[in-house]
C-alpha cells in the first residue's frame, strides 16, 4: 500500500532533539525522514523517492520553549 505523506521533515540532530522533548515516537538510528501520512500516522524512512516531479522543501522557522509550567484546572 502506498500512500501521500502530507509533510516530511528532515531528521537532524535538532529535529531529533525536539521530537525527544515532545514524546514522539522512538525514532530508529537509521531514519533520515519522519513521513506525517494523509491518514494521521507517522512513519520514519532512510531516503526520499523522487517520481519524476520535485517536491522543493519549505524552510519553516518556529519558536519553542522549556520547562514552562502550567496550571491545569480539573473540570
Given at each position: 500500500?502506498?500512500?501521500?505523506?502530507?509533510?516530511?521533515?528532515?531528521?537532524?540532530?535538532?529535529?531529533?532533539?525536539?521530537?525527544?522533548l515532545i514524546n514522539f515516537h522512538e525514532i530508529p538510528e537509521e531514519a533520515k525522514y519522519v513521513c506525517f501520512l494523509e491518514d494521521g500516522d507517522a512513519c520514519f524512512i532512510e531516503e526520499i523517492e523522487h517520481s519524476g516531479a520535485f517536491n522543493?522543501?519549505?524552510?519553516?522557522?518556529?519558536?519553542?520553549?522549556?520547562?514552562?509550567?502550567?496550571?491545569?484546572?480539573?473540570?
Open positions: 500500500m502506498r500512500m501521500k505523506a502530507k509533510a516530511t521533515v528532515l531528521l537532524n540532530e535538532k529535529s531529533r532533539e525536539f521530537f525527544k522543493f522543501p519549505h524552510l519553516t522557522t518556529f519558536f519553542y520553549y522549556e520547562d514552562v509550567e502550567v496550571d491545569l484546572t480539573e473540570e
